[in-house]
């Protein structure tokens, strides 16, 4: 990737999860200068609707209802997500957030509500835990504000196997989130077919990943939509030489013999 920069600043641990979305947000975008003013609005009301409140589930109780009802952040989970929904400033602006990017965003209003909030994967969904004091925590979906309760949660982690009563639910990894974001918002690209700035996420997944077949695949993809063919062709040859089995590998082989012809007509 050309902006070793970028790269750089999404590595650093001093910078939040937020701050990393948005550089993501200008580069992908050639944008600059987002604004967060409306969550500061957002946090201000919030403060004022929990201020009366003392006991501290009582008022996280609140705090949540207070985004997801007041503030309408309540939303239907979908397959795919439209591209606006990976825009900061439009998607707080029409109240549509891909789920990553709404768990950050929900992060920084409740943490500057003075409540520790972090992000947990909860099979099959990335989700926001508020610890309210020493003995109580509410886990919620960041999409729709529903929270589970022990059952619930016992219920998912059966899926991952093992004694759920043993498990620990660590943070979700930062480069994790930033994983997750990148692939949706690649995807969501890919869809609304703006090929160039689905090519920029793809850019800097290989950087965060370099080994990863699949990522090198949709890089040979978009550089073929964006003809440029040649280019395609040695990450299309990666691909099926990694991935001999997986069924997208058949119809490369084809694709990339097409391409070979190709090149010995014109040579």
């Known amino acids: 990737m050309k902006n070793e920069l970028l790269l750089s600043e999404v590595n650093s ?10 550089l993501i947000e200008e580069f992908v975008f050639s944008s600059n200068g987002t ?7 957002i946090i201000k009301e919030c403060l004022i609707a929990i201020e009366p409140i003392e006991n501290p589930l009582e008022q996280v109780e609140t705090l949540i209802n207070e985004i997801f009802v007041e503030q309408m952040f309540i939303d239907n989970i979908k397959a795919l997500w439209p591209v606006v929904a990976f ?9 549509i957030l891909a789920p990553t990017l709404k768990a950050v965003i929900l992060r920084h209003i409740i943490e500057g509500c003075y409540f520790e909030a972090d992000l947990v994967f909860v099979p099959n969904s990335t989700m926001v835990r508020i610890t309210c004091d020493d003995n109580y925590a509410i886990i919620f979906d960041p999409v729709n504000g529903e929270s589970l309760d022990w059952h619930q949660l016992d219920d998912r982690m059966d899926d991952l196997g ?6 620990e639910l660590d943070s979700i990894d930062k480069n994790v989130l930033i994983i997750e974001h990148l692939t949706a918002l690649k995807n969501a690209l890919i869809k609304a077919l703006c090929f160039d700035q689905a090519l ?11 080994e990863d077949p699949f990522e090198r695949r949709d ?6 939509q964006l003809d440029c063919i040649k ?5 299309y040859q990666y691909f099926v030489e990694q991935c001999p089995k997986d069924p997208a ?14 090149d010995n007509v014109l040579h």
């Open 13 to 22: 641990d001093e910078k939040s999860l937020l701050d990393v979305f948005i």
């Open 35 to 41: 604004s967060l003013s409306k969550l500061d609005g």
């Open 87 to 95: 825009k900061i400033k439009a998607g707080i602006d029409y109240r």
């Open 162 to 167: 093992g004694d759920p009563s043993n498990m």
């Open 200 to 210: 920029k996420c793809v850019d800097i997944l290989i950087e965060l990943r370099p």
């Open 219 to 224: 890089r040979g993809f978009l550089l073929h």
């Open 231 to 235: 280019v395609a062709y040695d990450d």
């Open 249 to 262: 590998a058949q119809l490369l082989k084809l694709q990339l013999d097409k391409i070979t012809v190709v």
